[in-house]
């Protein structure tokens, strides 16, 4: 049974930082893409960073690029997400999602993804 388990969300003033992980049990990180995607109150979600365990290629959306940072840590088969300089509008739930190498077409597009994790809550205060 696959499953993520994200953590590291919290309430934050603007300005400061997190690091979100994504832990997989009952799957390996190796050569997937795993993704981190937010939904804000009201809003559809929206992919904001995606690595490439295999190759380590990483992509943002441009509202966090130069702020936030993806990594994979194959000995603890953990993706983190660094996100600095906080902003009120990153407030969200965020959540972490995985598909192995060769299974999708589009990494950036939530319905490439066939394992999700449950959402951690990231609250930006000004």
């Known amino acids: 049974d696959v499953q993520l388990q994200a953590s590291g969300g919290g309430l934050v003033q603007a300005g400061g930082s997190l690091r979100l992980s994504c832990a997989a049990s009952?799957?390996?990180?190796?050569?997937?893409?795993i993704g981190w995607f937010r939904q804000a109150p009201g809003k559809e979600r929206e992919g904001v960073s995606f690595?490439?365990?295999?190759?380590?290629?990483?992509d943002y959306a441009d509202s966090v690029k130069g702020r936030f940072t993806i990594s994979y840590d194959n000995a603890k088969n953990t993706v983190y997400l660094q996100m600095n300089s906080l902003k009120p509008e990153d407030t969200a739930v965020y959540y972490c999602?995985?598909?192995?190498?060769?299974?999708?077409?589009?990494?950036?597009?939530?319905?490439?993804?066939?394992?999700w994790g449950q959402g951690t809550l990231v609250t930006v205060s000004s």
């Open positions: 999602a995985a598909v192995p190498a060769g299974d999708y077409d589009d990494p950036h597009q939530a319905y490439a993804y066939d394992y």
């Open positions: 009952g799957y390996t990180f190796d050569d997937s893409a």
């Open positions: 690595i490439n365990s295999h190759d380590g290629s990483t």
